[in-house]
């Protein structure tokens, strides 16, 4: 299933408040668009094959619940860290610094490619035991990390294979931090991203009730282009 570019999407689906394209998937656990669904089990039994067992940390979210993380942030009722993981005295920082502190960790409600349900966040349980917390973090993924293995094993199948998956925020480009183990289904997601412009993203923070609001929209034209514009796939 691909987008074609010149199909309108309701800003509705772009911004996580409809989720009609929606289904319930049992195993992984997740809720993605359903054009992903199947994509996403022949990844599962690739993995299989190689010996994982490849799970989802994350998939669909709703504008909602992303707006209460940011709000949670934004009124210290949730630590803000800082580029190295560590808590921050927002008491100190600006509107304009505390939102782009912020920015570095979360998606902006509206803007976060988990909206789309076109996206997921993954792990590989073979090699932990039932009691470890995934944390989703670069370390975790690299060297002596428990989820290395699965992700050399990810670089190979993303770049050889015709998964359709990518991987959207594979390197720093100024804006997200790194996260390898976040996946995008490309034939899909590149149509929502072409969609989502700055003029939604700006007429749905106008009318959510969003704090920072006056901080966010004085600089949306840069949060636009350093948090959401990132590459197709
Ligand atoms: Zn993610």
Redesign the pocket.
Known sequence: MTNNPNTHIDTDLLCGIDNKELMEVPSPRCRLHRGVVGPLLHLCEAARDAGFDLQVA?SYRTFDRQLLIWNNKASGHRPVLDAAGRPLDISCLSERDLVFAILHWSALPGAS??HWGT???IYDRSLISEDYVVQLTVAETIDAGPFAPFHAWLNDILENNNTGFYRPYALDLGGVSP?P??LSYAPLANGYAQQLTESVLRERIETSDIQLKHAILDNLTEIYQRFVCVPLG
């Open positions: 994350s490619r988990h996206d997921l966040d996260e183990w976040h």
